[in-house]
């Protein structure tokens, strides 16, 4: 139990990626604060983490609201008793060729994975700072991070400037002794898959789930990832075997992107 007694706030943490991440920071040792837009599903998703034996609790808010990610973070460390560890994994996706992506389209990927991943890093670094917290910051970045897709031109900007976050603000933090890292997944079998693999199917006529299992094809181990693959990568970033690294975004994606 590398972590045991710290804290973690894991946003976009009722399903998927961030659960898998919340329940294995749990089975780690640390108390953990679930964040998320949907109430019955961070109801449900606390019982999960809790019953690893550790102290849970539950925010609602949205990670593109600066002051509501502040609140957050104010309640994590009254409720739990300290903030050590900030996992900013809410994010969504968009599917659109480039030269049909609106406005609004663009505002929304922006707000949610670039605004909310920045806001967590700011306001975590602050906590940190004002704490005495060498504290640890990770977000989710993607392949899409790395490599540009047809198709997800939006997606792929939103996380490009992720990684480009991560960077800086490892170069900023590191004489305060906060780390700043990012996991790069690829294709994960959760609810956002199916929904880019309905997209698609939407615009160029394929059958639904064949773009799933085109991308899967070009996987060399041979399989979809799993949330719990990427929860895997999040431990080791949480905990004190990383700490002398920082500003990477490191892809796991079971060897489909290499860097």
């Known amino acids: ?30 108390r953990i604060a679930l964040m998320d837009l949907n109430r019955e599903a961070l109801d449900a998703a606390a019982e999960v983490v809790a019953a690893e034996g550790v102290e849970v609790s539950t925010i609602l808010a949205d ?18 008793g300290g903030f050590d560890i900030m996992v900013n994994n809410a994010g969504i ?13 663009m505002d929304l990927i922006h707000a949610v994975n670039v605004k909310g991943t920045l806001w967590g890093i700011q306001l975590a670094a602050a906590k940190f700072k004002s704490s005495g917290s060498k504290g640890k910051i990770i977000s989710a970045a993607s392949i899409a991070a790395h490599e540009g897709y047809p198709m997800l031109g939006a997606y ?41 693999d309905e997209r698609f199917a939407e615009l160029t006529g394929a059958k639904k789930g064949e773009t799933f299992d085109q991308f899967v094809s070009s996987i060399a181990l041979g399989r979809s990832q799993t949330p719990t693959d990427v929860s895997q990568l999040v431990s080791y970033l949480a905990g004190p075997d990383s700490d002398y690294m920082t500003g990477q975004c490191v892809i796991v994606d079971g060897g489909m992107v290499y860097r």
């Open 1 to 30: 139990m590398a972590i045991s007694g710290k804290v973690a706030l894991v946003t976009g943490a009722a399903q998927g990626i961030g659960l898998a991440i919340s329940k294995r920071l749990a089975s780690d040792g640390a």
């Open 63 to 80: 990670v593109s609201k600066r002051q509501q990610v502040s609140d957050a973070i104010d309640q994590t460390q009254r409720e739990l």
């Open 156 to 196: 792929c900007s939103s996380k490009f400037a992720v990684r480009a976050m991560t960077q800086v603000a490892a170069k900023e933090f590191a004489s305060d002794g906060i780390t700043v890292n990012a996991y790069c997944p690829g294709v994960v079998g959760t609810d956002m898959w199916v929904e880019i």
């Open 93 to 105: 996706a968009q599917v659109q060729p480039i030269e049909a992506i609106t406005e609004e389209e």
